[in-house]
């Protein structure tokens, strides 16, 4: 996989759109036969099954929004799948809009997963014997300070092709000097963790001048990546971010060049559409809705599917790979938590506890004060005191802070003006700016 790969990214963008169309059409060719939700949709584009697809008629394929699939649930499961694609395996995730979304994928999905895993570590030319760290999100209980946790490898993506140094990971609803110190005692090679958390950590190492040596790259996943941020780091470690955009539903979307900061569509693994309000396909330098189809994974097919996220197109890329190019993302962004002591923290919003009352369609969290937090929620009906209750007690024990709640309810909790949505978002005032910090 690794050769075809590194032999398919150096292909023409009109050869890549070439193969993309025709395991497209093997996909649709899959779902015409055993996800009846798409027949109709199928049909009304002109798609016939045995005849090749081709650009016209993947246009007219309706696109699958949030809400649709939503409420298709099962109807989008394949009644049968092939043994070759391997056992499936299910995800939940409250993604970009706050809705929550259930999928499913197979072990053949996972397995392009961890191929572009290996192919990002290859684009950068990482030392594989140096120390992986990753501060993220956890299991509550697993892997908190002091100790962390540790593996004796980076992760599967190496197993039988690469010898590597060990992980260690933090969960990063530590204190941010508590990373800071952890840091300094496992001396990594790389860090990788959310773009607001590595902020925070930039800022605390800059005022208390803390350096870490051995680390030669930040990576940085999950949220969007603000220019600032590479600013900073660069300032203070001296260090340059290597960002990745991917989504639960999808797997990877795009990795970042190895020569330039924008990034590179995976289109081996995903078709890739950025569209105008009119559903036309954006040029070099618009900004428009992210459409993605994974094209291996038969268990759930999302053809056509608008994850929620804005993203602006990019001109060719000069070092020559014809993967497509993604300027800029513009996609879910997490503010931090601010505690009655001043300290700051990545919260653990916990998206199960909500999807797990079906009629919760979508919630956001406002931080209005440190003594005032408020949960938006969009649902079929009031919660019983009982639920409320229980969704305040889960936050407040993810957060290891009894913050005082409240719950409103709402028709519907809108984007921001730039497009953006947040599932959880600070008001608290600081250094008098009305923002958190600079």
């Not at 055993?34 to 109709?40: I, K, L, N, S, T």
Request: hydrophobic share 40%.
């Amino acid at each position: 996989m690794q050769q075809q790969l590194d032999e398919s990214q150096w292909l023409r963008p009109k050869q890549i759109l070439g193969q993309q169309l025709r395991q497209a059409g093997a996909q649709l060719e899959h779902a015409w036969q055993h996800v009846p939700f798409y027949r109709d949709r199928l049909a009304t584009a002109g798609f016939v099954p045995g005849c090749a697809l081709t650009p016209e008629i993947w246009a007219r394929i309706p696109v699958l929004t949030r809400p649709v699939l939503q409420a298709a649930g099962a109807a989008l499961h394949s009644r049968e799948i092939l043994r070759s694609h391997g056992h499936i395996h299910e995800t939940s995730t409250s993604g970009s809009t706050g809705r929550p979304v259930k999928v499913r994928g197979t072990a053949l999905s996972q397995f392009m997963w961890e191929a572009i895993t290996l192919r990002e570590h290859s684009w950068h030319r990482r030392d594989f014997a140096g120390i992986l760290a990753a501060i993220r999100a956890f299991p509550q209980g697993k892997a908190v300070y002091p100790r962390g946790a540790q593996t004796a490898r980076w992760g599967l993506a190496m197993d039988g092709l690469y010898q590597t140094g060990p992980a260690a990971v933090l969960s990063v609803v530590s204190r941010t000097e508590q990373q800071a110190e952890w840091l300094q005692r496992v001396r990594p090679g790389y860090l990788l963790t959310y773009p607001s958390a590595l902020r925070e950590l930039l800022l605390h190492c800059r005022d208390k001048r803390i350096d870490l040596p051995e680390l030669r790259e930040v990576r940085t996943f999950a949220e969007v990546l603000p220019a600032a941020t590479r600013d900073l780091c660069r300032a203070v470690w001296g260090l340059k971010i290597v960002d990745m955009y991917s989504t639960q539903e999808n797997g990877y979307l795009a990795l970042q060049c190895p020569e330039r900061e924008h990034y590179h569509v995976q289109s081996e693994a995903v078709l890739l559409e950025v569209l105008n309000e009119a559903g036309e396909v954006c040029k070099p330098g618009e900004v428009g809705h992210v459409v993605t189809t994974p094209l291996l994974n038969y268990a759930m097919p999302l053809i056509r599917y608008a994850v929620g996220d804005l993203a602006e197109v990019g001109a060719p890329c000069a070092c020559g790979r014809g993967l497509p190019v993604l300027k800029r993302i513009l996609g879910r962004t997490r503010d931090m938590l601010v505690y009655p002591d001043g300290r700051k923290a990545w919260p653990l919003i916990g998206e199960q506890y909500y999807t797990e009352i079906p009629d919760v369609r979508q919630f956001q969290i406002v931080q209005h004060a440190v003594d005032d937090i408020e949960l938006k929620l969009v649902a079929g009906r009031r919660l019983t005191k009982e639920e409320e209750s229980t969704l305040f007690e889960a936050f407040r024990t993810r957060c290891a802070h009894a913050f005082p709640m409240r719950v409103t309810y709402h028709r519907e909790i809108p984007r921001s003006a730039s497009g953006k949505y947040q599932d959880f978002r600070c008001e608290v005032l600081q250094n008098g700016t009305g923002k958190q910090g600079d």
